[in-house]
């Protein structure tokens, strides 16, 4: 049974660096094939990907974002971790992890977390 | 960026009504594309993947279809016959390049 668990803060100011994990069982990142990513909504709005890392290390990000964001894994831990620095009031969403299978199918998805933009 | 557009971007429907939602691409994607299911408050669900396979665990009403002109531009997510349980919002995904993109989304609410 695979399961995705977001976790990080709720509330962040302006400028600040926003540090979400995404702790995952059921697969391992080291699988050919696997990857997990990050997938946001604003309130109200649609769908928006933001990174994906693969099992081989491979790293894609969403050109527009990708000055700000990292995106590492952990695969004893079975973590994956996506930073996002200075934040802006228009970065708050909710943040979904998912597990991604190439070439970016998500089939199964954290709750998700909603973090707040705000000082 | 691919872009993908959907429409309608809401509709009214009765229980037991057929239902379409296409998906339009801003270039061809070849099959490269999903369909979600999104209920308020809650995580998106994976339906259909590579344009007309049927993830697992989902029923048979729900089908997904590409062009017939083979443009790969042009898909179409369609319900057989709604269910109470199919009101949601359902988007489309390309995955045949990064950025993946997703469509804007299709409110399917009770008539």
């Known amino acids: 049974q695979i399961t995705l668990k977001e976790s990080g803060p709720t509330l962040v100011k302006p400028t600040q660096t926003l540090t979400l994990t995404c702790t995952f069982s059921g697969f391992s990142l080291s699988t050919s094939g696997v990857g997990v990513g990050w997938i946001r909504q604003p309130p109200g709005k649609a769908l928006e990907w933001l990174a994906l890392?693969?099992?081989?290390?491979?790293?894609r990000y969403r050109p527009s974002l990708k000055s700000r964001l990292t995106i590492t894994k952990d695969t004893s831990k079975n973590q994956v971790v996506l930073t996002m620095t200075n934040m802006d009031p228009v970065d708050t969403a909710t943040y979904y992890c998912?597990?991604?299978?190439?070439?970016?199918?998500?089939?199964?998805w954290g709750q998700g977390t909603l973090v707040t933009v705000s000082s | 960026d691919i872009q993908m557009t959907q429409s309608p971007s809401s509709l009214s429907a009765s229980v037991g009504d057929r239902v379409t939602i296409t998906c339009r691409a801003s270039q061809s994607i070849s099959s490269y594309l999903n369909w979600y299911q999104q209920k308020p408050g809650k995580a998106p669900k994976l339906l259909i993947y590579g344009a007309s396979n049927l993830q697992s665990g989902v029923p048979s009403r729900f089908s997904g279809s590409g062009s017939g002109s083979g443009s790969g531009t042009d898909f179409t997510l369609a319900i057989s016959s709604l269910q109470p349980e199919d009101f949601a919002t359902y988007y489309c995904?390309?995955?045949?390049?990064?950025?993946?993109?997703f469509g804007g989304g299709t409110k399917v609410e009770i008539k």
């Open positions: 995904q390309q995955t045949y390049n990064t950025p993946l993109t």
């Open positions: 890392i693969y099992w081989d290390d491979d790293k």
């Open positions: 998912a597990h991604g299978v190439v070439p970016g199918k998500f089939g199964y």
